[in-house]
């Protein structure tokens, strides 16, 4: 018969100097426990300094594994401590679990892997733990991950800022671009968030950068003007932000144009919102058709659309000077159309024409981020929003920072 001591030291991977010494089902609490001990000649190490050490005194300790069937099962251990004459009294390692984890490292990698798909409340209602203990994993994956990462090369960021539960409270985001990975979450959305972003990158790497995009605010162009090389070159203002703008501008004069139809009793159209807010192309039909008798109109709002309409073309210019022309010329168009928002834009774009022109000839897209941004509202989503700022950070580095989180001993191989 096949001793079941020997059974769980192979399937829980225990090698000597460990053994499993005994293995106890408790029947009414639906559990198995597992005990493993260091055989007695076992070469004690400070885990620090990896030094042998003569043993101190033991402590005892448990881990949550792997369910048996429908079993819990933990492990239990008397973990020596050793007396470094560096490090002082220590617990030595065990190969099974990372330094402080209440886990084992097979127990954590699964929870990481539901993590993935589902948020913390289902992960720890499915698997019998708390909120705090699903939370602590991420945590710990989290911080695994970000310790563990080289930042390689790195030829476009972008930088974004997005709102967590309380409005006007926010993070910034900077991303890589061409990887589609977030490489830094920061607090607030000042030059000083930014800051620190530059600060984790060697003078080598700041030089590969080639373009930066951002919006057009002040603080993150300040932040990058200080940091980056030849900044004046690199900062784009892209094409997602610029149409954000001129689309609010739309916006405003549509709303304004409504309260006035209405206050001289005249009949204003109802519901058009999204009609000059989408492209053409993305509309449903039902809205396509009402667009189609709107657009031509002599209404404020369609005359507004059509400006904002045209400045789509020109980002298809690949030549500066072919390109400033270009913009300049509709600047002038939207400055003449006596619709104040439309003029104020003009005036934004025209103060920020530089970087609009970089973005237009270096050629960067804002796809990877606007997906980034996508993906973070589905992480807030699936949160059910944040209160806690540094949670909310935890989550992005944890769905999309490209992050190696497994504990250390689990092997590539066995991931899959
Ligand atoms: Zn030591």
Request: net charge positive.
């Amino acid at each position: 018969m096949y001793p079941k001591e020997k059974f769980y030291a192979t399937i829980l991977g225990i090698e000597a100097p460990w053994h499993v010494t005994a293995v106890e089902l408790k029947e009414r609490a639906e559990e198995v426990h597992v005990t493993v001990a260091l055989g007695a000649s076992a070469r004690r190490v400070c885990p620090t300094c990896a030094r042998v050490c003569p043993g101190y005194d033991t402590r005892r300790r448990s881990w949550r594994h792997l369910d048996t069937c429908q079993f819990k099962t933990i492990l239990w251990a008397d973990v020596p401590r050793v007396e470094c004459a560096e490090h002082g009294v220590v617990q030595i390692e065990v190969p099974w679990a990372e330094r402080g984890s209440g886990f084992t490292a097979l127990m954590e990698a699964l929870i990481i892997d539901w993590l993935q798909e589902a948020n913390i409340s289902a992960v720890a209602r499915r698997m019998r733990l708390s909120w705090h203990e699903i939370d602590g994993v991420r945590e710990r994956a989290v911080r695994r991950g970000l310790a563990r990462r080289k930042l390689r090369s790195i030829a476009c960021i972008g930088v974004d800022e997005t709102s967590f539960q309380k409005r006007h409270e926010y993070v910034t985001v900077v991303s890589d671009l061409e990887r589609g990975c977030v490489l830094h979450v920061a607090d607030d959305r000042k030059t000083g968030s930014l800051d620190e972003f530059w600060a984790l990158l060697t003078p080598r790497q700041l030089s590969k950068i080639r373009a930066a995009a951002m919006d057009m605010c002040a603080a993150y162009v300040r932040s990058t003007r200080e940091h980056l090389p030849n900044a004046d070159e690199k900062i784009c203002f892209d094409r997602f932000h610029v149409a954000k703008t001129l689309g609010d501008a739309v916006n405003t004069v549509r709303k304004e144009e409504i309260r006035e139809l209405t206050a001289n009793g005249e009949y204003a159209p109802r519901g058009t919102k999204y009609v000059f807010a989408q492209n053409p192309e993305n509309m449903p039909p039902w809205r396509r058709a009402q667009f189609e008798l709107l657009k031509d109109s002599s209404l404020k709002a369609a005359r507004a659309w059509r400006i904002k309409d045209a400045a789509r073309w020109l980002w298809t210019y690949t030549t500066r000077g072919w390109a400033l022309r270009g913009w300049k010329q509709w600047i002038g168009w939207a400055v003449r159309s006596h619709l104040e928002p439309m003029k104020r834009a003009a005036h934004t774009v025209r103060d920020h024409l530089w970087g609009i022109v970089n973005a237009v000839v270096l050629r960067v897209t804002n796809a990877g981020a606007e997906s980034l941004n996508a993906k973070i509202q589905w992480i807030k989503k699936q949160a059910c929003g944040f209160r806690n700022r540094e949670r909310f950070k935890a989550a992005i580095y944890f769905h999309l920072g490209g992050l190696d989180l497994y504990p250390a001993t689990i092997s590539t191989h066995t991931r899959a």
